[in-house]
């Protein structure tokens, strides 16, 4: 391995897997937190959803390692494996059930998302135009997290939710996959408010290659890795280095449209997320990431950015992987 390579990579976020890992791998990624069910399913079909992974889990040949505690991610790479970090999108399945967490924290769930892009019984989503923050369920749910070792993820959570969370936590929150409304202005995206809360907790934002995220909104301009780090400048000099990760919204599928279903998801029940970027660049996989990476296998090219932008190898290892490990170890306990 190269001198200047990481020695753990972790994707804050990948959306989707058909079970492959085989282009993560390729790509030398160690670990990803990955979204196991649909973030619009109800308690029945997550649970089947989780079954499924379970089941992959369990099979003698089976080219993932579940994380469940932050050495499972070296683990996973000494045995040439992908860390499956079990993760949610939305909390529709606990309802108003908060001891449910207790039990997916059991079958192995370690990150989960306060809302979606829409309200739940927690909050609002990004896309509400209310934006209101935690309901009393939401702070409660902070709370049970805090003490069981859930990760609280508030990626797609509106402004008001993200900052009532960061005020309330006792253990760090994370922002898997989002990046600055000081660089590209757009709905998924955090201002510097909120980005100095999680900061101010020990968390990650986890700066993400995606076009939804990263994109300035001219059609004339395709999201690229340039944006990506400028990204990673700006929330450095915000809040430094230790709070930089990467988490590129990527999938990891080996069968050609296996993701399809998610996609037009996003076109058609989130189009104030998605819908001039579709309109844009299409509704293709690969269109919604910068040319040079449409897939996790291109995912040393991110590194390869890093190197030109003149980072340090010690920074870059943080921003790829380290970060988001130490604080994993903070909010598990282990």
């Known amino acids: 391995m190269d001198q200047d390579a990481p020695s753990l990579v972790v ?4 959306f989707f897997s058909d079970g492959d890992p ?19 399913s109800d308690l029945t079909a997550t649970i089947d959803e989780l079954a ?28 040439g494996k992908l860390g499956l ?10 309802a108003d059930r908060p001891e449910r967490l207790w039990l997916f924290h059991r079958l192995g769930l370690r990150v989960m998302q306060l809302t979606y892009n829409h309200a739940n019984c927690l909050g609002d989503g990004c896309l509400e135009r209310r934006g ?28 008001r939710v993200a900052l009532d969370a960061a005020a309330i936590t006792t253990r760090p929150v ?19 408010e909120v980005i100095r809360a999680v900061a101010r907790t020990g968390g990650v934002i986890g700066l993400s290659t995606h076009g939804f995220m990263n994109w300035s909104g001219n059609p004339a301009e395709p999201p690229t890795l340039d944006g990506f780090v400028a990204n990673v400048r700006h929330v450095r000099d915000l809040v430094g280095i230790d709070h930089i990760g990467v988490g590129t919204d990527f999938a990891a599928i080996g069968r050609k449209g296996a993701a399809d279903f998610f996609l037009a998801m996003s076109k058609d029940r989130f189009a104030g997320a998605a819908g001039d970027f579709v309109q844009a660049f ?23 950015a890093l190197h030109r932008a003149e980072l340090k190898a010690d920074e870059i290892d943080k921003i790829v992987g380290r970060n988001f490990i130490r604080a994993f170890r903070d909010i598990w306990g282990e």
């Open 282 to 304: 299409g509704n293709q996989l690969e269109s919604r990431y910068p040319r040079e990476t449409p897939s996790p296998r291109e995912y040393q090219r991110i590194v390869e």
């Open 52 to 79: 499924a992974w379970c089941d992959r889990l369990r099979r003698p040949a089976s080219p993932w390692h579940l994380v469940e505690r932050s050495t499972d991610i070296g683990a996973a790479r000494d045995q």
């Open 174 to 192: 994370l922002l898997t996959h989002a990046n600055a409304t000081a660089i590209f202005k757009r709905p998924r995206n955090k201002s510097d």
């Open 22 to 40: 085989t282009d993560a791998l390729a790509g030398g990624v160690h670990a990803i937190n990955l979204t196991v069910s649909n973030p619009l």
């Open 85 to 94: 970090i079990m993760g949610w999108q939305n909390m529709l399945p606990i």
């Open 132 to 159: 209101a923050g935690l309901s009393e369920l939401g702070r409660l749910v902070v709370g049970e997290m805090n003490k069981i070792g859930l990760a609280i993820d508030l990626s797609h959570c509106s402004e």
């Open 11 to 14: 994707d804050g976020l990948f």
